[in-house]
């Protein structure tokens, strides 16, 4: 990209003054560049380079220039927070560290935030993902719900809010946005919006950070937001990796005419782990160069006089460049040498620590302290609070907190009162100087808190007692019963709640229930957040939101991620992780709130099963219901127009949507399957055991319509990586049709149906067909439009079933190219069919061969809520018309 021209040490410290972190060169431009602050195109052949960072601006920009380097970002961290990489997408974007633009497979991101990492940069983020939960003592100070600003990656056609220019760039990292309202400015902009943030317009439907509790010391962030290990390509931990992947892409190529590559180590762990980084040096340098560039290589701030590198694998470990400076003329004894180097921190008799307060009604972020060989924990509070003018706080009231902000993990741990800090930054700065720039102190009180960490326990046996869950958790667990209490149990479930009052016993069990099967069936282990219902606004109404990943081939995963982004990630449940009760569960004490559910139409009725069985546990028993159609058919989002299927739209436009959707109420079924004994010969086809009792939303079919699902439910579970688009799986019911072309049953023969207490003739069929919707095989209208005297005119609330019939795969195609309805037969709400025969049937797309017996169809219970998107955007002046809409719908109707 620049050439770099030579500058001299004056100049160079004047370019460095400029902007806290960086250090700048000017260099020569030999093609197009922009500038990263304010993304206009850098004209004539001078521009100004950061060697850390690879931040490149015009020389006006540096007057203004606002944008830390990456060896400053551990400073500017508020709260810490880990972030949860996982593979990053196709798209194109830039390195949050290294600022080149991201490629392949390489690349990682949060699955909680906006940032965007090359793997062998993801060593130097430092934990500034967002904070969206409360735990411990460092996030409670905080007075209000501030902005979270993230830098670069900004969607195109970004505005700033607070000049109206654009402020995104396809070419470069620049610009800023908050993570929580979605605000974008220019990094000379956003430091005059007010610090607290109002969220946006997804205000309402947002789990605030403030509202949610989890006590998660020993767990990741991929635990505590229930981030499967499939999604996630980060290693253990961040040093875990291959030392030839440090000496990819971000560094330095292989060494020109006249220059040399040095393997450093900045530390001890570094040179056990084999983690190092290339620093590429001219071969005639200074001593003061030298180290200078191996604090770049590692994105360390400070004066290189302060640091010393020592050579490995020699006779001794002396420092090689004790000169400093001192022989300037003496430029080739890098000849000599080995090509691994340690990079060291001079031992230094004083220091200077900043102590960030963490304590309420004290207004200042830090304090600095300048600290000596006797200086102890105990001291350094004392000289904190002595600046703070608090003299008169007991220093026995608060503690010295260490915390290591680690990009993966933030891990925290207490000093005791005598503990020497001067001897505790040497031993940071011998284990990693990478260690130590993430490494703050706290200032906090001396809070014992109870511990409760929550885990819900599935898997188990349903139907049993909580003393028989207890006895089982403890058998199979071997949990410590003065340490684990049994909550909530959902016994038509199989789930048991366990509150533990011991990380490290919480943590046993997490990992062991993972690998413990019961009945041959494996548990699943969640942790569980605490929604503090006394931190909600009154208008608040929060959406629960399950995905899919599995819908809609890669779509379901986009969109999983999309809603961590815009939404708490504590409102955001993948379904295929131990299914829909540990959201329903999370949200039991919550008094309002509304569910989107982003699937097909058994992923829908999935959640409407649980939430049936579970109702009664929650004190919002009747949350309406939204839909993101990601299934082949999708026939109850096309009724409550949804659409056809998801077609990649703006997911924030879809939760505006869902915010200013109607409510509609709709009937729901329960099948009886009371089949007789199966015989000998019955067992000589291989039929499956059928289940005994079903809930129906959509259809219930038997015969031919069945038997195609049931042909292509088969060829899905022979390959099921075929399956991944709607346009494949239509293909695969025609083929399967067309094969059925010929076939007759005779299905009317062999059945017998009443409807509500009536016995109904059946005309000659080979399928016969319940609809509570009037959409069926993918937007197919069975019923037809015609008026009839005979019968009522269908809606999905009415409490009545529509009962149709179709003579073939002929038939079924005219009815799915409109050019044809159904036969219609009855309309009831209760229905008793005698099967003679084995027949295929199917529920709301699940097919199965059920046995000769008897199948009777009545009401499910209540009717259930579902929001019905609206027709034209509706404004909305104040929350007010929002909450009287929740609290009172308006009449409800399926037909409109």
Request: hydrophobic share 35%; proline share 5%; net charge neutral.
């Given at each position: 990209?620049?050439?770099?021209?030579?500058?001299?040490?004056?100049?160079?410290?004047?370019?460095?003054?400029?902007?806290?972190?960086?250090?700048?060169r000017k260099v020569t431009l030999t093609k197009p560049t922009f500038c990263h602050n304010c993304s206009d195109f850098i004209w004539g052949l001078a521009g100004f380079l950061c060697e850390v960072c690879n931040f490149m601006c015009?020389?006006?920009?540096?007057?203004?220039?606002?944008?830390?380097?990456?060896?400053?970002?551990?400073?500017?961290?508020?709260?810490?927070?880990?972030h949860c990489f996982g593979p990053a997408g196709q798209k194109k974007r830039f390195c949050c560290v290294c600022r080149k633009q991201t490629e392949g497979s390489t690349a990682l991101r949060c699955e909680v935030c906006e940032l965007?990492?090359?793997?062998?940069?993801?060593?130097?983020?430092?934990?500034?993902?967002?904070?969206?939960?409360?735990?411990?003592?460092?996030?409670?100070?905080?007075?209000?719900?501030?902005?979270?600003?993230?830098?670069?990656?900004?969607?195109?056609?970004?505005?700033?809010?607070?000049?109206?220019?654009?402020?995104?760039?396809?070419?470069?990292?620049?610009?800023?946005?908050?993570?929580?309202?979605?605000?974008?400015?220019?990094?000379?902009?956003?430091?005059?919006?007010?610090?607290?943030?109002?969220?946006?317009?997804?205000?309402?439907?947002?789990?605030?950070?403030?509202?949610?509790?989890?006590?998660?010391?020993?767990?990741?962030?991929?635990?505590?937001?229930?981030?499967?290990?499939?999604?996630?390509?980060?290693?253990?931990?961040?040093?875990?990796?291959?030392?030839?992947?440090?000496?990819?892409?971000?560094?330095?190529?292989?060494?020109?005419?006249?220059?040399?590559?040095?393997?450093?180590?900045?530390?001890?762990?570094?040179?056990?782990?084999?983690?190092?980084?290339?620093?590429?040096?001219?071969?005639?340098?200074?001593?003061?160069?030298?180290?200078?560039?191996?604090?770049?290589?590692?994105?360390?701030?400070?004066?290189?006089?302060?640091?010393?590198?020592?050579?490995?694998?020699?006779?001794?470990?002396?420092?090689?460049?004790?000169?400093?400076?001192?022989?300037?003329?003496?430029?080739?004894?890098?000849?000599?040498?080995?090509?691994?180097?340690?990079?060291?921190?001079?031992?230094?008799?004083?220091?200077?620590?900043?102590?960030?307060?963490?304590?309420?009604?004290?207004?200042?972020?830090?304090?600095?302290?300048?600290?000596?060989?006797?200086?102890?924990?105990?001291?350094?509070?004392?000289?904190?609070?002595?600046?703070?003018?608090?003299?008169?706080?007991?220093?026995?009231?608060?503690?010295?907190?260490?915390?290591?902000?680690?990009?993966?993990?933030?891990?925290?741990?207490?000093?005791?009162?005598?503990?020497?800090?001067?001897?505790?930054?040497?031993?940071?700065?011998?284990?990693?100087?990478?260690?130590?720039?993430?490494?703050?102190?706290?200032?906090?009180?001396?809070?014992?808190?109870?511990?409760?960490?929550?885990?819900?326990?599935?898997?188990?046996?349903?139907?049993?007692?909580?003393?028989?869950?207890?006895?089982?958790?403890?058998?199979?667990?071997?949990?410590?019963?003065?340490?684990?209490?049994?909550?909530?149990?959902?016994?038509?479930?199989?789930?048991?709640?366990?509150?533990?009052?011991?990380?490290?016993?919480?943590?046993?069990?997490?990992?062991?229930?993972?690998?413990?099967?019961?009945?041959?069936?494996?548990?699943?282990?969640?942790?569980?957040?605490?929604?503090?219902?006394?931190?909600?606004?009154?208008?608040?109404?929060?959406?629960?939101?399950?995905?899919?990943?599995?819908?809609?081939?890669?779509?379901?995963?986009?969109?999983?991620?999309?809603?961590?982004?815009?939404?708490?990630?504590?409102?955001?449940?993948?379904?295929?992780?131990?299914?829909?009760?540990?959201?329903?569960?999370?949200?039991?004490?919550?008094?309002?709130?509304?569910?989107?559910?982003?699937?097909?139409?058994?992923?829908?009725?999935?959640?409407?099963?649980?939430?049936?069985?579970?109702?009664?546990?929650?004190?919002?028993?009747?949350?309406?219901?939204?839909?993101?159609?990601?299934?082949?058919?999708?026939?109850?989002?096309?009724?409550l127009r949804w659409g056809a299927g998801y077609s990649c739209e703006d997911p924030h436009s879809i939760l505006v949507s869902v915010d200013e959707a109607d409510e509609v109420l709709m009937d729901r079924w329960t099948i009886l399957?009371?089949?007789?004994?199966?015989?000998?010969?019955?067992?000589?086809?291989?039929?499956?055991?059928?289940?005994?009792?079903?809930?129906?939303?959509?259809?219930?079919?038997?015969?031919?319509?069945?038997?195609?699902?049931?042909?292509?439910?088969?060829?899905?579970?022979?390959?099921?990586?075929?399956?991944?688009?709607?346009?494949?799986?239509?293909?695969?019911?025609?083929?399967?049709?067309?094969?059925?072309?010929?076939?007759?049953?005779?299905?009317?023969?062999?059945?017998?149906?009443?409807?509500?207490?009536?016995?109904?003739?059946?005309?000659?069929?080979?399928?016969?067909?319940?609809?509570?919707?009037?959409?069926?095989?993918?937007?197919?209208?069975?019923?037809?439009?015609?008026?009839?005297?005979?019968?009522?005119?269908?809606?999905?609330?009415?409490?009545?079933?529509?009962?149709?019939?179709?003579?073939?795969?002929?038939?079924?195609?005219?009815?799915?190219?409109?050019?044809?309805?159904?036969?219609?037969?009855?309309?009831?709400?209760?229905?008793?069919?005698?099967?003679?025969?084995?027949?295929?049937?199917?529920?709301?797309?699940?097919?199965?061969?059920?046995?000769?017996?008897?199948?009777?169809?009545?009401?499910?219970?209540?009717?259930?809520?579902?929001?019905?998107?609206?027709?034209?955007?509706?404004?909305?002046?104040?929350?007010?018309?929002?909450?009287?809409?929740?609290?009172?719908?308006?009449?409800?109707?399926?037909?409109?």
């Amino acid at each position: 990209m620049a050439d770099r021209s030579p500058q001299s040490g004056k100049a160079s410290e004047a370019l460095r003054s400029l902007a806290p972190g960086h250090r700048f060169r000017k260099v020569t431009l030999t093609k197009p560049t922009f500038c990263h602050n304010c993304s206009d195109f850098i004209w004539g052949l001078a521009g100004f380079l950061c060697e850390v960072c690879n931040f490149m601006c015009h020389e006006k920009c540096l007057k203004t220039l606002r944008t830390v380097c990456s060896c400053m970002a551990p400073s500017q961290v508020q709260v810490p927070a880990a972030h949860c990489f996982g593979p990053a997408g196709q798209k194109k974007r830039f390195c949050c560290v290294c600022r080149k633009q991201t490629e392949g497979s390489t690349a990682l991101r949060c699955e909680v935030c906006e940032l965007h990492v090359h793997a062998d940069c993801a060593p130097f983020t430092c934990a500034d993902c967002r904070c969206c939960h409360l735990d411990g003592t460092l996030d409670g100070a905080q007075e209000t719900f501030q902005h979270h600003w993230r830098e670069g990656n900004l969607p195109s056609a970004s505005r700033c809010d607070v000049c109206r220019r654009s402020c995104s760039s396809s070419e470069v990292m620049v610009g800023m946005r908050c993570e929580w309202c979605s605000m974008t400015a220019h990094p000379s902009c956003y430091h005059s919006v007010p610090l607290e943030c109002a969220v946006g317009r997804l205000r309402c439907m947002l789990l605030k950070p403030t509202c949610v509790r989890m006590d998660s010391r020993n767990f990741s962030k991929m635990h505590c937001y229930r981030i499967t290990e499939t999604f996630s390509h980060e290693p253990e931990t961040s040093d875990d990796c291959d030392p030839s992947a440090a000496v990819k892409d971000l560094q330095p190529a292989p060494a020109e005419s006249g220059k040399q590559l040095l393997r450093v180590f900045d530390g001890d762990d570094g040179v056990t782990r084999g983690f190092y980084r290339l620093a590429s040096i001219c071969r005639a340098t200074r001593n003061e160069e030298l180290v200078e560039a191996a604090l770049r290589a590692f994105y360390l701030p400070g004066d290189p006089q302060n640091f010393e590198l020592q050579e490995l694998g020699g006779s001794h470990s002396e420092d090689i460049r004790n000169r400093n400076g001192s022989e300037p003329d003496n430029r080739n004894s890098l000849k000599d040498g080995g090509d691994s180097w340690l990079l060291r921190a001079k031992r230094r008799d004083t220091d200077v620590i900043k102590v960030y307060v963490s304590v309420p009604r004290v207004r200042e972020t830090n304090v600095s302290v300048c600290v000596s060989e006797e200086s102890t924990a105990a001291s350094v509070i004392a000289e904190v609070l002595l600046q703070l003018d608090k003299q008169g706080e007991e220093v026995s009231q608060l503690r010295l907190l260490e915390v290591c902000m680690s990009g993966k993990q933030v891990q925290r741990q207490t000093l005791s009162s005598e503990e020497k800090i001067l001897e505790k930054l040497r031993d940071i700065r011998k284990v990693s100087l990478r260690q130590m720039n993430q490494t703050r102190f706290y200032l906090v009180e001396n809070q014992n808190r109870a511990v409760s960490v929550n885990l819900l326990i599935g898997g188990l046996p349903p139907l049993l007692s909580k003393e028989q869950y207890m006895q089982l958790v403890q058998e199979q667990l071997a949990i410590k019963s003065h340490l684990v209490t049994v909550g909530q149990i959902y016994s038509s479930q199989g789930a048991a709640e366990l509150q533990v009052s011991c990380f490290s016993e919480a943590e046993r069990i997490y990992m062991l229930a993972r690998d413990t099967s019961c009945n041959n069936k494996s548990l699943s282990c969640l942790v569980v957040p605490l929604i503090q219902i006394n931190k909600q606004e009154r208008e608040d109404c929060p959406l629960l939101v399950f995905v899919n990943p599995k819908s809609g081939g890669l779509k379901g995963r986009e969109l999983l991620y999309s809603f961590r982004k815009l939404l708490n990630p504590h409102q955001v449940f993948d379904i295929s992780n131990a299914g829909p009760l540990v959201g329903l569960h999370s949200f039991r004490e919550v008094p309002r709130f509304r569910i989107l559910v982003c699937g097909g139409d058994g992923t829908v009725g999935w959640v409407l099963g649980v939430l049936e069985a579970v109702r009664h546990k929650l004190v919002c028993r009747e949350p309406p219901i939204g839909i993101v159609p990601l299934g082949t058919g999708n026939d109850l989002a096309r009724v409550l127009r949804w659409g056809a299927g998801y077609s990649c739209e703006d997911p924030h436009s879809i939760l505006v949507s869902v915010d200013e959707a109607d409510e509609v109420l709709m009937d729901r079924w329960t099948i009886l399957l009371d089949a007789q004994d199966m015989s000998e010969d019955s067992k000589d086809h291989n039929y499956l055991e059928p289940p005994k009792i079903v809930q129906m939303n959509n259809y219930f079919g038997l015969g031919i319509d069945a038997e195609l699902s049931l042909d292509f439910h088969l060829a899905r579970e022979d390959d099921p990586d075929k399956f991944t688009s709607r346009f494949h799986n239509k293909g695969v019911y025609v083929k399967v049709g067309l094969q059925k072309i010929s076939h007759t049953r005779s299905l009317h023969k062999e059945l017998q149906l009443q409807v509500d207490n009536q016995s109904v003739p059946l005309p000659s069929i080979e399928g016969l067909i319940f609809i509570n919707i009037p959409s069926w095989g993918s937007g197919a209208d069975l019923w037809g439009s015609e008026v009839d005297g005979r019968f009522g005119k269908p809606r999905i609330d009415d409490g009545l079933l529509e009962v149709v019939g179709v003579t073939g795969v002929v038939h079924m195609g005219q009815v799915q190219s409109g050019l044809r309805s159904a036969i219609r037969i009855a309309q009831g709400n209760y229905v008793r069919l005698t099967l003679s025969k084995a027949t295929p049937v199917q529920v709301d797309g699940e097919p199965w061969i059920q046995p000769p017996g008897i199948i009777i169809i009545s009401a499910a219970g209540p009717k259930v809520r579902m929001l019905r998107k609206a027709k034209q955007k509706q404004k909305k002046s104040s929350s007010n018309v929002r909450d009287s809409r929740s609290e009172s719908p308006p009449s409800r109707d399926g037909h409109h």
